[in-house]
């Protein structure tokens, strides 16, 4: 992990429109991690410091452990676990999109219409199977 001021030198050299090569001789940095201070994809310690302090916090030996309503598990409210399945469901519902045929087209597939309308029909069969109703179509023969 760089410090601080490793990472503003960086990036106050990059934006001199110095080469990579030059920067990593100058402050002994590898020119991977100045590319990727140079992206922006650098991982943001601090937040994630910040978060695990938080998490630290909310976990209190002192308070009484809870019934959860939405998961059910006894827990510390609020409960860490709905917040982490929410956050997941709230990332794949962002990989997929409503189509125009009403189904949901699971990573942004951009199919031909041909293909596509085949598509719904097989997304629509498996919907009622896993419903229950099991209904004989024309293309199943």
């Known amino acids: 992990m760089l410090k601080k001021w490793i990472v503003v030198w960086v990036q106050r050299?990059?934006?001199w429109k110095v080469s990579h090569r030059e920067i990593s001789r100058i402050t002994r940095v590898s020119r991977g991690r100045i590319s990727l201070i140079a992206k922006g994809l650098?991982?943001?310690y601090e937040a994630l410091r910040r978060f695990r302090e938080e998490a630290r916090v909310a976990i209190d030996p002192a308070r009484p452990a809870k019934r959860c309503?939405?998961?059910g598990y006894k827990v510390q409210l609020p409960c860490i676990i709905c917040r982490a399945r929410a956050a997941v469901a709230a990332h794949s519902r962002r990989q997929t999109t409503d189509s125009s045929d009403?189904?949901?087209t699971p990573l942004?597939?951009?199919l031909k219409p041909k293909h596509n309308l085949r598509y719904a029909?097989?997304?629509k069969r498996r919907d009622r199977h896993s419903r229950g109703r099991i209904e004989p179509e024309l293309d199943d023969y």
Do not use: N
């Open 13 to 15: 050299l990059l934006a």
């Open 42 to 44: 650098r991982p943001d």
């Open 69 to 71: 309503p939405g998961c």
């Open 102 to 104: 009403g189904f949901r």
């Open 108 to 110: 942004r597939l951009d």
């Open 121 to 123: 029909r097989i997304r």
